[in-house]
């Protein structure tokens, strides 16, 4: 009984492996291939039925054989093209079987990539062919052989089997009908394996590709981390701020109508100001926003400095800033994206003062010249203190928040760092930015 049910079990998977959904999937992957050499072959029977004189090389199976043959180094030449590849990876995806993360992505780029790919799109092709030819021969071949001991007149038609009307056994034609399917099958199956197996080597990714890939989700990572520190920044800020406004102007609403009406402008512009910020930041997920010309500008020290410690000293934060432009005379000459990179490292500053500090914050941006070998190096350093929070409604200060990692990546994007942490009982911000150098 185990015997049956195993012998059953194997006839249903060599069955599912010759007819099965992804034996027929790779046929017609196969067919494909056929189809797509037929303007190679129908080229080159023409130039060999002229080279044999003028005959019809379609009519003779030798001459058919030698177009077929004379058309695959054509094939060959085609596949080195770089779009030859994506073409086959969609088309090996989506009729082989074979898992996506397997093959490459996008054309082939480097030659021994296009080598790889040529082979592949000439065993294609090729193997395509062959599978296309005995698909439109076999069946109806077999079909004559199987019907042959019912219709007697089948016997006698000129179709080269004339030998079924001598003494031959007509029954035994649909045995040989039945062979030639199952034939076909297994070349089919086979082919179609074969295909499936050369496919991750032909058409998988070289190192190059590998590489190419990693760089792409780097830079991926690096716009993601990007729009995230813009967002916090911008966002995160604003929060802090209308939140410790909305609290202040609540403890006074009785006893000073003139701070709360101070406070409620803050917090309308703190708002306004952010909507602006985020459409911004928003703008650069869109294809095409990010160059928008009603776009909001990103804001700057030049522009927005003022404005933000104004919005920070409305949220009862006391800050006294110190200003030295130095040599560069004003800070609408620093380099543009020095001068946005400063805003939100000092922006990020002061949100953090608002939820974990307690009392003044003393600030102060300088630039400064520093000597070096053959030029003066100019920098803009920013440096922000103010006590450390101590009660319940301020939140303990860490050095590994999201803010200050995000100042740190935007120091390292101009060759900068940033130092924070407590310095003699007050917690000490301090970012250091690279503006170039001066010849001497």
């Not at 992505?105 to 296309?132: C, D, F, M, N, Q």
């Not at 020095?338 to 003393?362: F, K, T």
């Not at 740190?408 to 000490?428: C, S």
Request: aromatic residues 4%; contains cysteine.
């Amino acid at each position: 009984m185990k015997g049956l049910k195993a012998a059953g079990r194997a006839i249903r998977r060599g069955a599912g492996l010759l007819a099965g959904s992804r034996a027929r999937l790779r046929w017609v992957h196969l067919v494909l291939g056929g189809a797509l050499l037929m303007p190679y072959f129908l080229l080159t029977q023409v130039a060999v039925g002229i080279l044999a004189g003028g005959v019809n090389a379609l009519a003779s199976l030798p001459l058919s054989l030698a177009a077929y043959a004379a058309a695959l180094p054509l094939v060959a030449v085609t596949g080195v093209f770089g779009l030859v590849r994506p073409m086959a990876v969609a088309a090996v995806r989506a009729m082989c079987g074979v898992p996506g993360e397997r093959l490459a992505e996008g054309p082939a780029r480097s030659w021994a990539a296009r080598g790889r790919t040529s082979a592949w799109w000439t065993l294609h092709l090729g193997v395509g062919a062959l599978i296309s030819g005995m698909s439109l021969a076999v069946p109806p071949m077999a079909v004559v052989l199987i019907c042959l001991p019912l219709v007697s007149s089948l016997r006698e038609t000129p179709l080269g089997i004339g030998w079924f009307s001598t003494g031959a056994d007509p029954y035994a034609a649909p045995l040989l009908g039945a062979g030639l399917l199952a034939g076909l099958s297994l070349c089919s199956a086979g082919g179609g394996a074969l295909l499936a197996r050369l496919a991750p080597v032909l058409l998988g990714p070289t190192a190059a590709d590998r590489l190419a890939a990693a760089e792409e989700r780097a830079a991926d990572l690096a716009v993601r981390n990007r729009l995230a520190r813009e967002l916090h920044d911008a966002v995160g800020h604003a929060l802090s701020a209308v939140s410790l406004q909305a609290a202040a102007a609540r403890r006074v609403l009785d006893r000073d109508p003139e701070f709360v009406r101070e406070a409620l402008a803050a917090i309308e512009d703190t708002t306004r100001r952010t909507v602006g910020e985020l459409d911004t930041v928003l703008g650069l997920l869109r294809d095409g926003d990010a160059a928008r010309p009603d776009a909001a500008p990103a804001p700057t020290l030049a522009a927005d400095l003022d404005g933000l410690l104004a919005r920070t000293r409305a949220a009862g934060t006391p800050v006294t800033a110190e200003q030295d432009p130095g040599p560069v005379g004003d800070w609408g000459q620093l380099p543009a994206i020095a001068s946005r990179e400063a805003y939100r490292i000092v922006q990020e500053g002061l949100s953090n003062a608002l939820r974990h500090g307690a009392g003044p914050v003393a600030l102060r941006l300088a630039v400064q010249e520093r000597p070096g070998k053959a030029s003066r190096h100019r920098e803009l350093e920013i440096v922000m203190t103010n006590p450390p929070g101590t009660g319940r409604e301020r939140e303990p200060r860490t050095t590994g928040g999201r803010g200050l990692h995000g100042a740190t990546e935007r120091a390292r994007l101009l060759g900068g760092h940033v130092e924070a942490g407590p310095d003699q009982g007050l917690w000490r911000l301090r970012a250091v930015l690279p503006l170039g150098g001066q010849a001497r």
